[in-house]
């Protein structure tokens, strides 16, 4: 059972960038899932939540109308559509499954993390 | 958006230590509200959800409580795996947000 998230490296400001997270030894399509990111030093902070089927989507303030995320349920493959970056996207990007025990939400898998950096 | 505060920032603790972690939200969240450790290099890791059901393999001297807007964390008798950065957060709405995290050091 792990996530195993890709896609990272190095852009300029006002590029973009595509995340891929990859779920395995559980089923992908039952879950909910999300991202989450890290700035260098700092503390967690949340970005996006996809429901199972992808029909529902929420995002930070932070990076609503320049992130999205998706999914495609039959690669097992969650995403996440950068653009627009900045130097404070700089960050580990990390995806998480999200159970709900209801009506109580928690991110119990995590991934290891990929990391953006946005610099010229 | 609900706001989250910890306290302490930062903690020394020796080896057998019962720490205490405090979280606070902006409103009332009822106990909407998840506490993760994370070490340095590492993802994090789910320790409590529900402010007070622990997850699955977590030690039984980490526990949780509070609700509304007050919640903490304690550990019962610290020990050495346990030294690291403390994060609650809440989800009771979107966007979910985290605390600014407690970093618990050796004393």
């Known amino acids: 059972v792990q996530l195993v998230e890709s896609g990272g490296g190095l852009v300029k400001p006002g590029g973009s960038l595509r995340l891929s997270c990859a779920a395995s030894g559980f089923t992908f399509s039952d879950h909910y899932m999300s991202w989450i990111r890290q700035a260098p030093g700092k503390g967690l902070e949340w970005l996006s939540y996809i429901s199972a089927s992808g029909r529902t989507i929420y995002y930070a303030d932070s990076v609503k109308g320049r992130f999205t995320i998706s999914r495609d349920n039959a690669k097992s493959l969650l995403y996440l559509q950068m653009n627009s970056l900045r130097a404070d996207d700089t960050a580990v990007y990390y995806c998480a499954r999200d159970r709900l025990t209801v009506p109580h939400w928690y991110s119990d898998l995590w991934g290891r993390g990929t990391l953006v950096t946005v610099s010229s | 958006d609900i706001q989250l505060t910890q306290s302490p920032s930062f903690l020394s603790a020796s080896v057998g230590d019962r720490v205490t972690i405090t979280c606070r939200a902006s409103?009332?969240?009822?106990?909407?509200l998840v506490w993760y450790q994370q070490k340095p290099g590492k993802a994090p890791k789910l320790l409590i959800y529900?402010?007070?059901t622990l997850q699955s393999g977590v030690p039984s001297r980490f526990s949780g409580s509070g609700s509304g807007t007050e919640f903490i964390l304690t550990i019962s008798s610290l020990q050495p795996e346990d030294f690291a950065t403390y994060y609650c957060q809440q989800v009771n709405s979107y966007p979910r947000t985290f605390g600014p995290g407690t970093k618990v050091d050796i004393k």
């Open positions: 529900a402010a007070s």
């Open positions: 409103q009332g969240i009822s106990s909407y």
